[in-house]
């Protein structure tokens, strides 16, 4: 069966949308997605009938408890873990803060973590201050430039028995590229160490299961995945039911709650379970039967197969243009190492100079260092000026693939 491109786009209401008779073409997608109709609704329905504070014993505050828990069961489902398990927030960043601040006391002065050149500052910035809190020693972990990802002898040649953290990525948001995390895990485990994975960018694109992965926590942002602005921290029940939270003094110390400081951001958590719901429609349409973790596989699966489509067009288009600096995998034979994110430099042009004349065009794209700050230092690239980062989703086509490439080649 093909990819039902057509009925995908028709549930995303802002594809349709023109500026002055031309269609937007949504190629920012790393930095945030669109979100489906259903969505849309379900955030809306939630306003109407479940607006309340949580624990009372009328029928909104009911509402709002199911919501709740709705929320936690999808993103279990979604990420393979138990809803106790289930941390939701504001947002990666501030949910990595937080488990940073915690774990942090957990540690003595002396005790080494390791922090990566080819993470997203959100899973960098909270491991520095917090190695500065508490004394800790900083070990850096740099990425490989002809592989694209970070290798296991690299990482050995820093574990000891002082490792308490590895912090990594799954994938990139600068290069795009996947890392073995399940292998690296293990290594870090060997020595005893707490393994945080962000996986921002590697979960539009990738089927996330966090018992294969073996790591002890996992963070996602659901704005990411065609869903509202909300993070989400998978942690292992035992290492959370162990932590002490910061959390105020008379809130509850069960799971999740006790990581969940604060009035939950209620119709945000409704359209997270509707983003988990859709990813449900797309594998039941795709034929898939059985539990929602069924459906979810078989969506990711096909969506993953439509975008590399788009991404090996993307990358040839890209690679004929002269003067143009693809930074990660470009050879198609390592696709399934990589997701369809794609940063670009021109030795003429600035990121700033093409991003502006793709706008024109109505093309959308993100220049800079995208927080992928260690990222553009390794490789040498001005901080201040970055990448041009095009970033397909499985709701773009190659249509506006090839519109994108007719931009970029215009700019140059
Ligand atoms: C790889 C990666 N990690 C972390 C983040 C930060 O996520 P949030 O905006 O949810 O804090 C991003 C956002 O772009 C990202 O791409």
Redesign the pocket.
């Known amino acids: 069966m093909s990819f039902p491109i057509q009925e995908v786009r028709a549930q995303f209401p802002a594809l349709a949308l023109t500026d002055e008779g031309k269609a937007r073409v949504y190629l920012d997608n790393?930095?945030g997605t669109q979100v489906p109709q259903m969505v849309v609704d379900a955030v809306s329905h939630a306003f109407v009938h479940s607006n309340a504070n949580l624990g009372g014993f009328f029928k909104t505050t009911e509402a709002a408890g199911q919501v709740v828990l709705d929320a936690h069961r999808a993103m279990a489902d979604f990420l393979g873990g138990s809803e106790d398990e289930i941390i939701i927030g504001a947002?990666?960043?501030?949910l990595t803060y937080h488990m940073s601040r915690t774990l942090g006391r957990t540690f003595q002065a002396g005790d080494e973590i390791i922090v990566t050149r080819m993470?997203?500052e959100?899973?960098v910035s909270p491991w520095l201050q917090m190695a500065e809190d508490f004394g800790l020693v900083v070990r850096w972990l740099p990425f490989n430039e002809e592989t694209w990802q970070i290798e296991e002898e690299a990482l050995v040649g820093l574990l000891n028995s002082r490792t308490k953290l590895l912090a990594l990525?799954y994938a990139s948001?600068l290069t795009g590229s996947i890392n073995e995390v399940a292998k690296l895990t293990a290594r870090a485990k060997s020595v005893g160490a707490l393994v945080y994975v962000?996986a921002?960018?590697f979960a539009p694109h990738g089927l996330v299961d966090v018992n294969e992965l073996g790591c002890d926590f996992l963070a996602c942002?659901s704005y990411?995945f065609f869903g509202p602005h909300l993070?989400i921290l998978w942690g292992r029940r035992e290492l959370l039911l162990e932590l002490e939270a910061y959390k105020c003094r008379c809130s509850t110390t069960q799971l999740p709650e006790k990581f969940e400081t604060g009035t939950p951001q209620i119709e945000l958590l409704a359209g997270l379970t509707t983003t988990v719901d859709y990813y449900d429609w797309l594998g039941r349409e795709m034929g898939a039967v059985g539990s929602r973790r069924a459906a979810i596989v078989e969506a990711v699966d096909r969506a993953i197969a439509y975008e590399n489509v788009l991404m090996a067009r993307l990358i040839s288009g890209l690679k004929a243009l002269p003067g143009v600096n693809i930074h990660g995998i470009t050879n198609d034979n390592r696709f399934s190492d990589r997701v369809p994110t794609v940063s670009i430099t021109h030795d003429k042009k600035t990121p700033d100079e093409i991003a502006k004349s793709l706008s024109d065009k109505n093309v959308f794209v993100w220049s800079g260092h995208?927080?992928a700050f260690e990222v553009v230092r390794q490789l040498g690239i001005d901080e201040d000026t970055g990448v041009v980062r095009i970033g397909a989703a499985h709701y773009n086509t190659l249509e506006e693939i090839e519109a994108c490439l007719e931009a970029v080649a215009a700019a140059l």
Do not use: I
């Not at 947002?91 to 501030?94: A, E, G, H, L, V």
């Open positions: 790393p930095a947002n990666m960043t501030s993470d997203h959100g899973d990525n948001n962000d921002v960018q942002s990411k993070g995208n927080y």
